[in-house]
């Protein structure tokens, strides 16, 4: 009879097959899931993926350099004063530079003027 009852006691502590299997297929879902999710992950950190941010902060910054730009040189050619464009205005476009750059983490920049081969204006304001 104390055979028996070890018997039923060990059958009874096992797992059945069918949980087994459920547990199983559970694990497979979840490392499945989670390989996915690392996937993406890789996906979104990627070179293409990271030029591509890269471009478009850098495109955001040339266009709000532009409109900062635009605006000041409209000031002064209200004031009959020519646009700000040599070393003596430098410090008025660094200030520019710095105040656009500011929220831009690892973007550097100024002001290049074909006209005279010059680049003024340069910040690395986040450095």
């Given at each position: 009879m104390e055979?028996?009852?070890?018997?039923?006691?060990?059958?009874?502590?096992?797992?059945?097959?069918?949980?087994?299997?459920?547990?199983?297929?559970?694990?497979?879902?979840?490392?499945?899931?989670?390989?996915?999710?690392?996937a993406v992950e890789l996906a979104?950190?990627?070179?293409?993926?990271?030029?591509?941010?890269?471009?478009?902060?850098?495109?955001?910054?040339t266009a709000q350099l532009l409109a900062h730009y635009s605006y000041v040189a409209k000031a002064f050619k209200q004031r009959n004063v020519a646009e700000p464009?040599?070393?003596?205005?430098?410090?008025l476009l660094v200030s520019i530079t710095a105040s656009v750059l500011a929220g831009m983490p690892r973007v550097e920049g100024g002001f290049y003027f074909a006209s005279?081969?010059?680049?003024?204006?340069?910040?690395?304001p986040t450095f």
């Open positions: 055979e028996s009852a070890d018997k039923s006691d060990r059958s009874s502590s096992r797992w059945s097959l069918k949980r087994q299997i459920r547990a199983l297929g559970i694990l497979f879902v979840s490392t499945i899931l989670l390989a996915c999710a690392f979104r950190n990627s070179d293409a993926a990271r030029i591509a941010d890269a471009e478009r902060q850098l495109d955001q910054a464009d040599t070393a003596a205005d430098n410090r005279r081969s010059q680049f003024l204006g340069y910040a690395y």
